[in-house]
């Protein structure tokens, strides 16, 4: 069991617009820590996608968009891609725990 | 190019041990912390352990503490992290990450570990 909460799974076309959500509580996300999102595409290891709520890491395109809202976080992908299939993860600190923490992932499929 | 090396995974017994080794390059080691994540079958990623950058604080997830131990060697550029007791499941791909903030930002590509 995850300590933050995402969908196990989205889909979409190619060129659709997709949102994975990643809810956590009042002791990491909605005590102000961020979310940062990661990529992992089959049989790799993850690749850092969005830090910091909103921010783009150099050479990730900026079809990768981020947000957070009170307890929740959020990741978009506009006009989505065959080479966007992946697993996407959320990420954000837990002071209670004082534990990084990790959604469970989810699976995105471009039909 | 920066990069971060896992090593040292395998097949092992319930109850023993075993050292991974991560061997980072490209960037200034010792100013950074570093933090150890895994990943079960067909799982999400599980954050394990960090050390800060002088390895004068170290942090574990519960279901490690008192089994696991990290540690670093700044002269060497690694980052290792001994597992003791280990149980079934621990069985997992351990990955090696750099922190940045409270963020991972460099990933290795893993070593897997398999307690059978």
């Known amino acids: 069991q995850s300590v933050l909460t995402q969908p196990p799974s989205v889909s979409g076309a190619p060129g659709q617009r997709v949102t994975i959500s990643c809810t956590g509580s009042?002791?990491?996300?909605?005590?102000?820590?961020?979310v940062h999102w990661y990529q992992q595409l089959p049989g790799t290891a993850p690749k850092f996608l969005i830090y910091?709520?909103?921010k783009r890491p150099s050479g990730v395109p900026d079809r990768f968009s981020g947000s957070k809202s009170g307890t929740s976080g959020s990741l978009v992908i506009t006009g989505i891609r065959d080479e966007d299939e992946a697993h996407y993860h959320c990420q954000s600190y837990d002071s209670t725990l004082s534990a990084w923490v990790f959604g469970g992932g989810t699976k995105l499929t471009v039909l | 190019q920066v990069q971060l090396v896992e090593s040292g995974g395998g097949v092992v017994q319930p109850g023993t041990s075993l050292r991974l080794s991560c061997a980072a390059s490209g960037f200034s080691f010792s100013a950074y912390g570093m933090h150890w994540v895994r990943q079960a079958p067909d799982k999400g990623l599980e954050w394990v352990a960090n050390?800060?950058?002088?390895?004068?604080?170290?942090y574990y997830v519960d279901s490690v503490k008192g089994r696991f131990i990290i540690s670093r060697d700044n002269s060497d550029n690694m980052v290792y992290l001994e597992m003791n007791n280990l149980r079934v499941d621990d069985t997992a791909v351990y990955y090696c990450a750099r922190r940045g903030s409270y963020y991972m930002d460099v990933w290795g590509k893993g070593t897997p570990v398999l307690v059978s």
């Open positions: 050390i800060w950058n002088d390895g004068s604080k170290k």
């Open positions: 910091n709520n909103v």
């Open positions: 009042s002791s990491n996300i909605g005590a102000g820590s961020d």
